[in-house]
């Protein structure tokens, strides 16, 4: 079945896009329910600077629609959402202006009446998350001292490194991450992380992130530093994509020299379509709705469903089962993982709004 008609199975269509105009701010907050079957809405609040005028509208549909499939497969009792803040300048705001927005993000969330949870995204983090809280309870991943969550990075690499064990076992017949090569594009909060664990498992890493500074790391790793312009090239065994998405294109895919792709950076897949260009060349395509689930996961156990810390690590550690699932659909019906992905996360959302089953 063709991917975007598989997408298209887990909601048709959105439940809710609004754009509401801050009223302290003068900013557009661009909010998206893309389907609550499972639950309360679960998903970001992004706070970027964006060129062309539709596209924060077309981002939040885009990322609600992901956080469907994500919390589905994930097991969560929470459909998907996105916040979206359209800066006009890439310059981000700070002091008063910045809190002037988050008011005005929690407040349009406040409105919304319990049906969206926010928590951070690009351009956004724990402390924004506190300042929205001011105006909403909707709200995860505060700092821990305001009783919340607090950084979620932590987590989601953990279920970064445990999705990764399966994608090499599903590659070379064994999960050892020992010996084995990495190539892990972006060492941001998340980025970073997820390359200690590796280094820790005795992996061989390749780094590189835009940021100049990110060469201390790959000294104090003994990893390989790859100019970023090189580095979807490198000759590793799994490539980790850990910045924004949209690596992986037409354009892209022939210069890869890896068996996999496997990493937490959202919507990697510039069009579904790429996910068949990857099946073509062989390399084994992790969807990044199922490696970066670990934070979201942690973030709803902690403070929506009060789970002990425990139960929560457990649930992070599941995505290895998970992508094994999806794998082992895929090369059932013969189709790609992103394929199975959204079709197990159809068949979720389809029973629950049927009243046949409901998960936590």
């Known amino acids: 079945m063709d991917a975007v008609l598989e997408r298209a199975l887990v909601a048709p269509t959105h439940e809710l896009v609004q754009v509401v105009r801050g009223r302290r701010s003068g900013l557009a907050v661009t909010l998206a329910i893309h389907s609550s079957a499972l639950g309360p809405a679960a998903g970001g609040c992004r706070i970027v600077h964006y060129p062309d005028p539709a596209a924060p509208v077309t981002d939040a ?5 992901a956080m469907t499939v994500k919390n589905a497969l994930a097991g ?12 006009p300048t890439p310059e981000r705001p700070a ?9 005005d993000v929690g407040d349009a969330i406040e409105a919304l009446g319990g049906r969206y949870v926010t928590g951070p995204d690009v351009g956004s983090g724990p402390a924004d998350m506190a300042v929205i809280g001011e105006r909403t309870a909707h709200v995860c991943c505060r700092p821990a001292a305001d009783g919340g969550s607090g950084d979620s990075s932590p987590h989601t690499a953990r279920g970064v490194l445990a999705a990764l064990g399966a994608v090499v076992e599903e590659a070379f017949g064994s999960p050892g991450l020992a010996g084995r090569t990495f ?3 972006g060492l941001g909060a998340v980025g970073a992380r997820v390359a200690r664990l590796l280094r820790e498992a005795g992996a061989r890493l390749t780094v590189t992130d835009v940021a100049p500074a990110a060469r201390g790391l790959a000294a104090e790793l003994g990893a390989t530093w790859a100019d970023p312009g090189d580095a979807l090239a490198a000759p590793v ?3 980790v994509p850990a910045a924004l998405g949209g690596l992986l294109t037409p354009r892209t895919v022939p210069l890869l020299r890896c068996a996999a792709v496997a990493g937490p ?12 260009l990857l099946a ?3 390399v084994l395509w992790a969807p990044d709705v199922v490696v970066s689930a670990g934070g979201v996961v942690h973030a709803t156990g902690v403070e929506l469903r009060r789970e002990p810390p425990e139960r929560s690590a457990e649930r992070v550690d599941g995505i290895a089962a998970t992508l094994r699932e999806v794998f082992r659909l895929a090369r059932a019906e013969r189709i790609t993982p992103a394929a199975a992905a959204d079709r197990l996360a159809a068949l979720r959302v389809r029973r629950a709004a049927s009243g046949t089953v409901r998960e936590g």
């Open 95 to 103: 002091g008063a202006a910045r809190a002037a927005l988050l008011h």
């Open 265 to 276: 950076a959202n919507n990697q897949l510039d069009a579904p379509g790429t996910a068949d």
């Open 237 to 239: 065994d799994v490539l």
């Open 61 to 65: 549909l885009r990322l609600s629609a």
């Open 183 to 185: 190539g892990v594009i």
């Open 280 to 282: 073509d060349r062989g």
């Open 76 to 87: 969560l009792d929470n459909g998907g959402g996105k916040a979206v803040v359209a800066l």
